[in-house]
């Protein structure tokens, strides 16, 4: 039986996140591909039709996860072009730092994954974080009328993110809630100290 093209989009959809998911929840090493199949709900033969193996897998989902990020800043400042660094900030900090591990955002959560990956996936989690970096420092406070970002405003949006995926990585360790609830607090303040300040 021959599926359609959209089927099988679907079907690499439902596979990069059931992946995305498994791999921030187990780790890498802890993401088997009986595991990967069982979780987006395919065969193996399914799994190997769209990914030549586990590591291809993981590097699309790390760059989904980014993508999605990437994709969240900028609805953000779309709609609300005053205030969306707080509420990104927040929002980060918050929902981002509380939910399940297996919704968490991609950049404290499989980062460490990345740093013990092959070159490829390494390769290519630079340029994507490179293009986060460059939507957060577009939309960071600027001095004068300039049209695009400056190299000081791409050096803060990478504190910001190192602040922020650190902040959330520490908070989500510790198992008292008073503490990360402070570690999130402290992490917020700071970065939006960063963020109010034009280079």
């Not at 993401?31 to 990967?36: H, R």
């Not at 205030?83 to 929902?95: D, I, Q, S």
């Not at 297996?102 to 293009?131: F, I, N, W």
Request: charge should be positive.
């Amino acid at each position: 039986m021959r599926y359609s093209a959209e089927h099988k989009q679907e079907t690499r959809a439902r596979v990069v996140a059931a992946a995305g998911r498994l791999f921030r929840t187990a780790g890498y090493g802890g993401a088997g591909i009986d595991a990967l199949t069982k979780a987006a709900g395919v065969t193996n033969g399914a799994f190997y039709g769209h990914f030549k193996s586990k590591s291809e897998a993981f590097r699309t989902a790390v760059l989904s996860g980014l993508d999605e990020l990437r994709h969240g800043v900028a609805v953000l400042k779309a709609s609300e072009p005053n205030g969306w660094l707080e509420t990104f900030v927040n929002f980060y900090l918050g929902y981002k730092r509380t939910c399940d591990l297996g919704e968490s955002c991609a950049l404290p959560s499989l980062s460490a994954d990345v740093m013990r990956a092959d070159r490829q996936t390494r390769a290519a989690y630079t340029a994507e974080l490179r293009r986060l970096v460059g939507e957060i420092a577009a939309g960071l406070p600027r001095d004068g009328d300039a049209a695009a970002y400056t190299p000081a405003q791409a050096d803060q949006a990478i504190v910001l993110l190192a602040m922020l995926s650190g902040g959330v990585t520490l908070a989500r360790a510790v198992s008292d809630p008073a503490l990360s609830e402070r570690i999130a607090k402290l992490v917020a303040q700071a970065a939006l100290r960063l963020a109010a300040t034009p280079p």
